[in-house]
């Protein structure tokens, strides 16, 4: 089992930036990867980063690429999106998510077991 929670959101202006994290907890040491995802009302949740955990290799959205960068704390078993140049397209609820079954498609939902709260970013403009 893991656990995951989401900190980080809020309201900023169109071109400003947020630091969200992801603190994961539980069986941690079995993970295979962990991601970020993103839903807008209306909207299908859609892929945004990912990374593998124990070799730290990424990917973006292209969406994304660029203007948002990830990162890992291993000892908190914590990831992090700086997000940068913001854009009123990037509002969404934003999804911290993991994976313990590889090998997996890390840039679709299915590709992952656990699910955080998600964590409401919302960008004026």
């Known amino acids: 089992q893991v656990q995951l929670v989401e900190t980080g959101g809020g309201l900023v202006q169109a071109g400003g930036s947020l630091r969200l994290s992801c603190a994961a907890s539980?069986?941690?040491?079995?993970?295979?990867?962990m991601g970020w995802f993103r839903q807008a009302p209306g909207k299908e949740r859609e892929f945004v980063q990912a990374?593998?955990?124990?070799?730290?290799?990424?990917i973006y959205a292209d969406s994304v690429k660029g203007r948002f960068t990830a990162s890992r704390d291993n000892a908190k078993t914590t990831v992090y999106l700086q997000m940068n140049s913001l854009k009123p397209e990037d509002t969404a609820v934003y999804y911290c998510?993991?994976?313990?079954?590889?090998?997996?498609?890390?840039?679709?939902?299915?590709?992952?077991?656990?699910w955080g709260q998600g964590t409401q970013v919302t960008v004026s403009s």
């Open positions: 539980g069986r941690t040491f079995t993970m295979y990867g």
């Open positions: 990374v593998t955990w124990r070799s730290g290799s990424t």
């Open positions: 998510a993991a994976n313990m079954w590889p090998p997996t498609d890390l840039t679709k939902t299915a590709g992952y077991n656990y």
